[in-house]
């Protein structure tokens, strides 16, 4: 249809509302208007100054911004604001979050909602400072005017981009992202878990769990944890965070040390033995001997006899570990010397010796590995084995298919010392008469396994609890908080490390800033997740801490701290890896437990205290800083 000229194109009866239909109003009304995954608007991120592949803008979703809703929106203020839930300012009336008047001190308005700061702590436009600045009095920031001599011949402005990335009010500068490193998201942004992260999506920690890689394996680590500059606490300083099948123990490197003698364990016999002390094992291995009643000394001479090779498993009390192997190099024979309950010095020991006979059979062995595996993971690797109890018997036997999975398990866990001195001198043999030995460096790597050292007879220490124990980190900021709520923490990649914690448990707290090590504290729980979300977070509202891994603890000895920098504490520590912050083998714990306890005092006071309750003669003074002892067990 072709309309006559001057006449209109429009139908004499244009159409109303009522006449007007979509073909989406149907679902509309029954279905209702589904919201939009991301109503916050997209856009363009790069810089303008950009050429080549930079050049190509990045559409980037507001809802990743940091600043976003931290200013309350001006227009919404006056009722005018058409962005509704994408607009990217805050709509709620909160007089701390109001933006900036732009007159500043100057505002002659009375009663005026925005905020007013004086233009001294205003930042300066690095665009007027270049010469031109496109807002002019409006700009939000400071203005400073120049001599024309003090202006650049030539402007750059892209020193201004980085004045872009502040606050909208002109005065918090966003900090840059660090330069990426081999640490790259391997743990959680502990701002991004208290709900606001400042580097948004430049941000080198993960953002949840879906963006977490796996942590550098030893030697990759660009720099050292306990670096002389590192200040605060930070998730370099927590150690290795490679957990594999073979890694058991956190504290160094597994295999290593000599190869296992049993090449045919079809062939073999296997056993188990549980020693009353840690100190037994460490003496055994020095001496090369072990003692065993009447009937397991038939057992294992049966063995012998047969031509087999006989290996033994040592494991220690309640302990939960198994401590080492060694091989049977001789018969066990009776020891009339011995053959008297009044030997042993515990009770439980000489329970065993009224029931089942004295331990005066002695054999001669040659340890070839000190470990601690947990009783968990050999259970996992050999689900057959029986462990000896003192309600049972003291030497288990187990099948060679048994025997060979423990050993192999055995064999997959880390080297570690049974006894680590904390007098500042290491020793050998305790019957060589040297009673000023000279100090000798102790030893590293497979060294451990061909220089044994065991306590001398008089040697007394700290009581500890049998197993591992562990170091705990804070600094000046969290220090208070792990004391005054009895709760240390740690960060999330931890939890398998911190699992050996068991209730009783020796742990130590170590401060980062001061670097001054804390104790003695005992564990009062396993280590659980976000025992206390909101604990040592800034944001009241957090629903998990940054430090989630959290035991609670309580003081088992009140001393004074002991410095990172003493020789014996880097001697007993030295197989630490990845910085202090991390689990301890028992013979670290209970070295450092004692030089805590030492140097306050506390060990004098409980030898003094236990000869007192000895000859019954109790004037005992107490030192000014320790608690009594108290028994553990």
């Known amino acids: 249809m072709v309309s006559e000229p001057g006449q209109s194109v429009l139908d004499a009866s244009p159409y109303t509302l009522n006449m007007v239909s979509y073909d989406f109003e149907n679902y509309a009304l029954t279905q209702g208007i589904p919201e939009t995954l991301d109503p916050l608007p997209y856009r363009k991120a790069g810089s303008v100054f950009a050429t080549g592949e930079e050049a190509e803008p990045v559409l980037t979703s507001a809802k990743h911004d940091p600043r976003l809703r931290t200013v309350v929106c001006r227009h919404w203020l006056r009722d005018l604001c058409m962005k509704g839930a994408a607009c990217e300012f805050l709509h709620q009336y909160d007089l701390s979050k109001m933006p900036l008047c732009r007159h500043g001190d100057r505002c002659k308005v009375k009663d005026c909602p925005f905020r007013h700061i004086s233009e001294a702590d205003r930042l300066e436009c690095v665009f007027y400072s270049q010469g031109f600045c496109i807002h002019g009095p409006f700009c939000r920031y400071k203005h400073v005017r120049r001599e024309r001599a003090d202006l650049p011949m030539v402007a750059d402005f892209t020193l201004g981009l980085s004045q872009m990335q502040a606050g909208k ?8 992202a660090p330069k990426p490193n081999e ?10 878990l208290s709900g606001d992260c400042p580097f948004g999506e430049g941000c080198h920690f993960a953002h949840g769990e879906a963006e977490l890689r796996r942590y550098p394996k030893p030697g990759q680590e660009n720099a050292a944890a306990g670096d002389e500059g590192e200040k605060e606490l930070s998730d370099n300083m927590f150690g290795n965070q490679e957990t594999t099948t073979v890694d058991y123990y956190q504290g160094g490197s597994s295999g290593g040390g000599r190869p296992t003698p049993i090449l045919e364990p079809e062939n ?13 094992c460490s003496i055994s291995t020095v001496h090369g001997e072990w003692y065993i009643q009447q009937k397991h000394a038939e057992m294992v001479n049966s063995s012998y006899n047969s031509g087999k090779q006989v290996m033994f498993f040592f494991t220690v009390g309640d302990s939960h570990h198994i ?8 018969l066990a024979s009776y020891v009339s010397s011995i053959d008297c309950p009044q030997q042993f010095n515990t009770a439980v020991t000489n329970a065993a010796a009224n029931n089942d006979g004295p331990f005066c059979y002695r054999f001669a062995c040659e340890w070839y590995r000190t470990c601690e595996l947990p009783i968990s993971t050999a259970l996992e690797a050999a689900p057959d084995l029986l462990l000896p109890t003192s309600t049972t018997q003291y030497c288990q036997d187990m099948t060679s298919k048994t025997g060979e999975a423990v050993m192999k398990a055995l064999w997959n866990s880390p080297l570690c010392t049974l006894y680590e001195s904390w007098s500042g001198a290491d020793y050998g043999d305790e019957n060589d008469g040297n009673k000023n030995p000279r100090r000798q460096p102790p030893p590293v790597g497979d060294a451990i396994l061909t220089d044994f050292r065991c306590p001398l007879p008089d040697e007394v220490a700290w009581p500890t609890i049998p197993g591992p124990g562990f170091i705990f980190g804070c600094n000046s900021q969290t220090m208070d908080e792990c004391l005054g709520r009895g709760l240390f923490g740690l960060p999330a ?90 689990p301890l083998t028992f013979a670290q714990s209970e070295a450092l437990a004692t030089l805590i306890a030492q140097q306050c005092g506390a060990l004098d006071y409980m030898i ?11 004037n005992v003074v107490a030192p000014p800083i320790a608690l009594p002892p ?4």
């Open 268 to 280: 073999a016999s296997f056993f188990i033995l549980r020693a009353a002390s840690y100190r037994d």
């Open 493 to 582: 990649h931890m939890k398998i490390a911190a699992s050996g914690i068991q209730p009783g448990s020796s742990i130590f707290l170590y401060h980062v800033s001061e670097r001054l090590i804390f104790g003695i504290f005992e564990a009062l729980t396993h280590a659980q997740m976000n025992i206390e979300p909101k604990a040592f977070s800034k944001n009241p509202k957090a629903q998990t801490s940054p430090f989630p891994v959290q035991i609670r603890v309580r003081i088992s000895l009140e001393c004074p701290p002991v410095h990172d920098d003493d020789p014996v504490v880097n001697d007993i520590l030295r197989s630490r890896v990845g910085g202090r912050i991390g």
């Open 630 to 633: 108290r028994k553990i067990g």
């Open 608 to 618: 003094e205290y236990r000869r007192g309750v000895e000859t019954g003669g109790m």
């Open 323 to 330: 401590q080492g192997a060694a091989l049977m190099t001789s």
């Open 169 to 176: 009010d002109g005065m918090t500068v966003r900090r840059p």
């Open 183 to 192: 640490f790259y998201k391997v743990s959680l942004c502990k701002h991004f």
